[in-house]
């Protein structure tokens, strides 16, 4: 099943696809591309993706049945590399290409995944775990923050949405940046829509880093998430991971250039007091 049709220049048309548009070049094609296609592409990289069990990743077509815990999806790519995948299906061509932009940080959410799915099948226990839970919105629907300036990142927690994108844009387009991981929000980003939030996780960074080249940039996030995913103590529980109303980023929506956007509180939604529940 395939949300839209095909659009070869998809990466283009949205600063919200910048992490991907490397790998997407070699997509550019008049069909939908598979398998084989992104094979080519991992298999051309430089520097392998290997998983943290050690098989180098490739794509194969999905499989409707899965027999064993072993042929479970994160199981079969931890322990087998490979990655099913639906042909002519935007969400499993993001999560591909996620793998090709992240791969460290791909392997290690696979890695917890495993190892919390063996954790709860030792146990028996009938439900997913609220670190499962975490793991599978930041692989769906994370966002990775990267900001210079301390004051700034502390508004985006604290869910000053109009101060940090309005009242300080110019300050919060020179100091932070933020990367798309989720391959679900990336799906959305091809027709985004008001109440499209991610969640995120921030990494301290200096002004510096933001003159580098992207491919730099996304090479040190990646290395950076992944050893924050392949801590335990991380990732326990979904609380952890701050909301971003993804279309008030400047650059990424033309109405957030209008004050009032900001004032649409269904969508910009101010912070929940502990105490009382309340925003």
């Not at 598979?34 to 520097?47: T, V």
């Not at 940080?105 to 775990?129: D, M």
């Not at 994370?142 to 009242?167: H, M, N, P």
Request: charged share 25%; aromatic share 12%.
């Amino acid at each position: 099943m395939m949300s839209q049709p095909w659009d070869p220049d998809f990466a283009g048309r949205s600063p919200m696809f910048e992490p991907l548009r490397a790998a997407a070049r070699g997509l550019r094609g008049p069909y939908w591309p598979g398998c084989d296609d992104l094979n080519r592409i991992i298999a051309a990289r430089s520097a392998p993706i290997v998983t943290a069990g050690g098989r180098p990743l490739r794509l194969v077509e999905q499989q409707l049945r899965q027999a064993t815990f072993e042929d479970e999806y994160e199981p079969r790519i931890y322990l087998r590399g490979e990655a099913q995948f639906r042909s002519c299906n935007w969400h499993d061509l993001f999560n591909a290409l996620v793998w090709l932009a992240f791969p460290a940080a791909k392997a290690a959410l696979n890695q917890r995944h495993y190892r919390e799915l063996e954790r709860q099948r030792a146990s028996g226990a009938p439900n997913r775990g609220p670190a499962q839970d975490a793991l599978t919105l930041f692989d769906e629907g994370g966002v990775i923050v990267a900001a210079s300036d301390s004051g700034l990142a502390a508004r985006l927690t604290g869910c000053q949405w109009k101060e940090l994108f309005w009242l300080l844009r110019s300050e919060a387009a020179q100091c932070m940046r933020f990367y798309l991981f989720g391959h679900a929000l990336y799906e959305k980003a091809l027709a985004p829509f008001a109440g499209v939030t991610g969640r995120s996780v921030m990494f301290a960074v200096t002004d510096a880093f933001f003159a580098l080249p992207i491919a730099q940039q996304l090479g040190d996030l990646d290395a950076r998430l992944a050893a924050r995913i392949g801590d335990p103590a991380q990732f326990s529980a979904t609380r952890e991971l701050a909301p971003v109303p993804i279309l008030g980023v400047p650059g990424w929506c033309a109405d957030n250039q209008d004050e009032r956007y900001y004032d649409n509180l269904d969508y910009f939604r101010p912070a929940r007091n502990e105490i009382t529940g309340r925003r």
